[in-house]
């Protein structure tokens, strides 16, 4: 997720400062704001409680590691003051966000919300070595021009973050878009998106003028939105950029967002037409690079991405430079001139 040059000076945080690990911040009545650390260069996740009757229903729940269970456990003995979770609602899959949701659902005994595809995707990623590091991911990155050697690296170190999960339990309640969803009092609309994940699930309550937004929108950085080997020839960017639309149409200006990193927003209308034009512009740069040449994705990835990257960086700079070049093949505007399962591209 790299800082977007084109974000704009925008108005005073409402909350310019996060809270601590192990601290709580108040952001509105029955709402609070936590912050987990993460083991990466994105080296944060925040974690939204909702008052929920005689606890707190989370809103996702850190990565699955010693440290995120010492601070939830810290959180539990001290903030929260010995009340406890009522549920999860799980924004999407990814580690990050529901990496302990099997150890809190099991400690506390409570459901899991999320859209279905998250859930079946979150099921996935335990289900053994293939999901994470199998032959089909190492074949993906080889097909798109990586080294032999370099496929192995993001395939092993790259994907281990994969397996920063408790898992999920057995089963769940479904988050339906449209749907009112209510929590503690609260009635929730339900907006859900694809690009950054699957179908990421955000809630929005419009009496309360407050908005959940997880990874769709952020205010300094830009989701990664990748094409993944389950899928090779998918448009995660197409449908990232209808989601925002989508977004733009439902959520009023001047709204509190409420990120799953950074700090809150509420110029969510001027975040949403940056992204945009960031993903523009990516889609400029590529299309630049394959103008007088035919280049591999691998080839392509350290023109969009230009910092040193380790594995497991790089695999996500590839991921995203393949959505920009699957959604230019679905515009017209790059053609594969490669051999069969070996794709290279060039301008049209």
């Not at 310019?16 to 944060?44: D, I, M, S, T, Y």
């Not at 993906?140 to 192995?152: D, I, K, V």
């Amino acid at each position: 997720m790299p800082k977007d040059h084109r974000a704009q000076p925008s108005p005073a945080h409402p909350f310019p400062e996060a809270p601590k690990p192990g601290e709580v911040l108040e952001v509105a009545p029955g709402l609070l704001w936590l912050r987990f650390k993460l083991p990466f260069a994105l080296n944060h996740v925040n974690v939204y409680l909702i008052e929920d009757g005689p606890g707190w229903a989370a809103v996702d729940t850190g990565i699955g590691d010693d440290l995120t269970r010492e601070v939830w456990e810290s959180l539990f003995a001290g903030p929260l003051r010995g009340r406890p979770l009522t549920r999860l609602i799980l924004t999407h899959h990814h580690p990050d966000h529901m990496g302990s949701a099997g150890w809190l659902s099991e400690k506390f005994g409570i459901p899991v919300h999320m859209t279905e595809t998250e859930y079946f995707m979150g099921r996935y990623l335990g289900t053994g070595h293939d999901a994470v590091h199998g032959d089909a991911h190492r074949l993906f990155y080889e097909n798109h021009g990586m080294t032999p050697s370099g496929a192995a690296a993001v395939t092993g170190r790259g994907h281990m973050y994969l397996e920063m999960i408790t898992g999920l339990p057995s089963s769940f309640h479904a988050l339906e878009p449209r749907e009112p969803f209510e929590v503690g009092g609260r009635t929730f609309t339900v907006h859900t998106g694809g690009g950054h994940s699957w179908n990421q699930a955000m809630l929005h309550c419009e009496d309360e003028r407050f908005f959940i937004a997880a990874d769709q929108v952020l205010g300094r950085i830009t989701p990664n939105i990748s094409v993944h080997s389950v899928q090779p020839d998918g448009d995660p960017l197409g449908r990232y950029l209808d989601s925002l639309a989508s977004l733009r149409a439902g959520i009023p200006d001047g709204t509190l967002t409420l990120p799953g990193h950074d700090l809150p927003i509420t110029h969510l209308h001027q975040r949403i037409g940056e992204l945009i034009a960031h993903h523009d512009e990516r889609c400029d740069i590529v299309l630049g690079a394959c103008r007088d040449k035919t280049l591999s994705c691998a080839e392509i990835t350290p023109i969009l991405f230009t910092r040193e990257m380790d594995e497991h960086m790089f695999s996500f700079a590839f991921s995203e430079t393949l959505a920009h070049v699957n959604r230019l093949l679905r515009e017209g505007r790059l053609e594969d001139v490669g051999e069969p399962g070996k794709p290279r591209f060039r301008s049209a």
